[in-house]
């Protein structure tokens, strides 16, 4: 939306030749094509049939059209809203505590009345330099917290983030300013009061950057189930996902020797369509739901372009 | 245990103040400072600890690394172990294959990913249609939005035997037909490629509100001088986005040392076959971790990524700061 918003109209005659503009037009239109091919690729694939799909292999244009992988993943509903529900309570869980905690942390470091500001800003920054690594904090969580097969192990880890505290200091620097607070205080009103009753209706499009940025980041996450999650009743919506990717391989690579009876009973079973289904119903919501958040999105990363 | 820490490093700010027994004097700053603003400070708590629990625990927790580590003796019992853990390491033919590998993907992805996000930057913003353009924006900004099991899947569907590249252009194009998945010649290309299509949206954004930035007033005074349109993005954008870009650069630069876990790890599938051009520092001290149970080995790659990172951020930013002082972090 910002694309040249600021050519005031005088400019209309510094624009590139017709010629220039339809190769241009013609380049980005191949390349979107490009950019969704793939999708729309699993998703033909998902609606072919298994039997065709062995002879012709993945095509674009399917020979024979089915629902079964459809059919079969809906016959097991509870397993797949179980899936979704996992995913949609650690995103809400999960953003609800981000926001929160980072609007907590990001206000008193933004008040220059606050003596120990810098302490506690150099407190989260540094997490951005130097981390512990991999070893010592699957440690904590496994061994000391004991939080393996628990859904706070799915959200703890994502909610502090020193990126989205730095953004949200340097907003309320920028657009709160001391005499509101100010003014408020000679008032009467105590800190609490000022920070829920002013701070927080003030800093609406921060909230939204960053409940925005937090959503995505639990919606595609699959890492900490991997790390701390083994029991199927927790597996996220990614994770079911990937774990369809790696037992499906499982079954057709040949060093599948062992556990016949695992394949036995897979056998009728529409392979390869049932796996890109299971990624069709994965992907669905975001390629859905693109088109309404994406330029808040945009707008989002100007503020934090601004400065982190 | 958490709550303690915010004390020590505020008793280094010490001013003469009245005599008083020391211990006393020296908190009683703190101790006011923590009565005047005690909302503050109430406000802070929760998060600090959180922080405190997630990052710095595990900080300390380094020394593991330096440790004969097993879960039965824990952190504190387990016997050390000096610098044996590191000579394992650095004996071994990994930690070279996995710091070249994490070095040259990263020095890939920037140059490429500079290159293509400033290319259809600028070409989108000649486009004469603002819609279109937006349009463009969108679809290209999708791929970002897709996590990396999704991406798996999508290369999965072009590269299985089964797959779009195997049955139906090697008849149309008359191509080889290449088991992809056994193939590491073919895979630096293959992940340049995929995290291209995946970043090139965000790089394109930023640097379209940097175009976006720039007064309208250079370009108007360019066309009466009669300058043309590659002149003018020769001469006008690029050097208004050139100190943006080297700053861009440095920082991923500091970040060398990082690579992304998911694109490294799902999109080959796990492939062992793949590991030698696949493996990077991340995939190593995950596999060592959970498949083969090496904690040493490990811990020991963890804290060479933690403190090369370290020091080449450090770097980073002391050259973000001698070129554009205001762009520093810290």
Redesign the interface.
């Known amino acids: 939306m910002k694309l040249g918003s600021k050519k005031s109209s005088t400019l209309r005659i510094n624009s590139i030749s017709p010629s220039a503009n339809l190769a241009l037009n013609i380049f980005f239109t191949v390349y979107c094509i490009l950019c969704l091919a793939p999708l729309i690729l699993i998703f033909m694939v998902s609606i072919t049939e298994q039997t065709s799909l062995v002879v012709n292999g993945y095509s674009f244009f399917p020979s024979k059209i089915s629902f079964d992988a459809y059919k079969y993943l809906f016959s097991d509903l509870g397993k797949l809203f179980r899936c979704y529900g996992i995913t949609i309570f650690t995103c809400v869980v999960g953003t609800f505590f981000c926001v929160l905690f980072t609007m907590l942390y990001a206000y008193p470091i933004s008040r220059k009345s606050f003596k120990y500001r810098n302490f506690f800003a150099f407190f989260i920054f540094f997490t951005m330099l130097f981390q512990g690594g991999l070893v010592p904090w699957y440690i904590l969580y496994t061994k000391y917290l004991r939080l393996q097969n628990n859904l706070i192990a799915l959200i703890m880890p994502a909610v502090m983030n020193a990126f989205y505290v730095l953004v949200t200091k340097t907003f309320f620097s920028i657009n709160i300013p001391d005499s509101v607070l100010e003014a408020a205080r000679i008032d009467g009103a105590s800190e609490f009061r000022i920070f829920w009753q002013i701070v927080i209706p003030m800093s609406t499009p921060v909230i939204a950057t960053i409940a925005l940025f937090s959503c995505l980041n639990y919606w595609n996450d699959w890492y900490l189930c991997l790390l701390y999650i083994n029991d199927p009743k927790y597996y996220n919506l990614q994770y079911s996902m990937y774990q369809a990717l790696r037992s499906l391989q499982f079954l057709t690579s040949s060093l599948a020797s062992a556990s016949g009876n695992v394949s036995s009973s897979l056998a009728n079973v529409p392979g390869e369509t049932l796996r890109m289904a299971m990624a069709i119903i994965g992907i669905g919501p975001i390629v859905f739901a693109y088109p309404f958040f994406q330029r808040y999105f945009i707008k989002g990363l100007t503020i934090g372009a601004v400065k982190g | 245990m958490p709550a303690s820490v915010?004390i020590t490093?505020?008793t280094n700010i010490v001013t003469e103040t009245e005599p008083n027994k020391k211990p006393i004097w020296k908190r009683s700053k703190f101790l006011k400072?923590l009565s005047t603003?005690?909302?503050?400070?109430l406000?802070?708590l929760?998060?600090?600890i959180?922080?405190f629990?997630?990052?710095?625990?595990?900080?300390?927790?380094?020394i593991?690394?330096f440790k004969n580590?097993n879960?039965v003796d824990?952190?504190f019992r387990s016997p050390w172990a000096g610098f044996q853990n590191f000579r394992f390491l650095f004996m071994s033919d990994a930690a070279w294959r996995i710091t070249r590998n994490t070095i040259l993907y990263n020095l890939a992805f920037i140059v490429f990913g500079l290159i293509f996000a400033l290319l259809f930057a600028l070409?989108?913003?000649?486009?004469?249609?603002?819609f279109?353009?937006?349009?463009?924006?969108?679809?290209?900004?999708?791929?970002y939005?897709?996590?990396?099991?999704?991406v798996?899947?999508?290369?999965?569907?072009?590269l299985?035997p089964?797959?779009?590249y195997?049955?139906?252009l090697t008849k149309v194009l008359h191509l080889p037909e290449i088991e992809w998945y056994s193939s590491p010649q073919y895979w630096p290309f293959i992940l340049i490629l995929v995290n291209l299509?995946k970043n090139v949206g965000?790089g394109i954004?930023?640097y379209?509100?940097g175009?976006?930035g720039i007064?309208?007033e250079y370009?108007?005074a360019a066309?009466l001088d009669g300058a043309s349109?590659l002149q003018?993005i020769r001469y006008i954008t690029i050097p208004f986005l050139v100190p943006f870009m080297i700053v861009t650069t440095i920082i991923n630069l500091g970040n060398i040392f990082r690579s992304d876990?998911?694109l490294f790890y799902?999109v080959p599938?796990q492939q062992g076959l793949l590991s030698p051009t696949t493996e990077v520092l991340?995939t190593y001290?995950?596999k060592a971790?959970?498949m083969t149970g090496d904690?040493g080995m490990?811990?020991a790659a963890?804290?060479y990524?933690?403190v090369v990172?370290?020091f080449t951020?450090?770097l980073a930013n002391w050259a973000v700061g001698k070129i554009s002082p205001e762009n520093r972090?810290?």
């Open positions: 915010n490093p505020e400072e603003n005690k909302a503050l400070f406000m802070l929760p998060p600090f959180l922080v629990v997630n990052y710095y625990l595990p900080m300390f927790g380094v593991i690394a580590f879960y824990g952190f070409a989108l913003n000649e486009l004469r249609s603002r279109a353009a937006k349009v463009y924006q969108s679809v290209i900004f999708l791929p939005f897709l996590s990396w099991v999704v798996a899947y999508l290369v999965l569907a072009f299985d089964n797959g779009f195997n049955k139906t299509w965000y954004v930023i379209t509100s175009i976006a007064d309208p370009y108007e066309v349109k003018q876990f998911g799902q599938m991340d001290i995950y971790l959970i904690l490990s811990s963890g804290l990524q933690s990172g370290f951020v450090l972090m810290f």
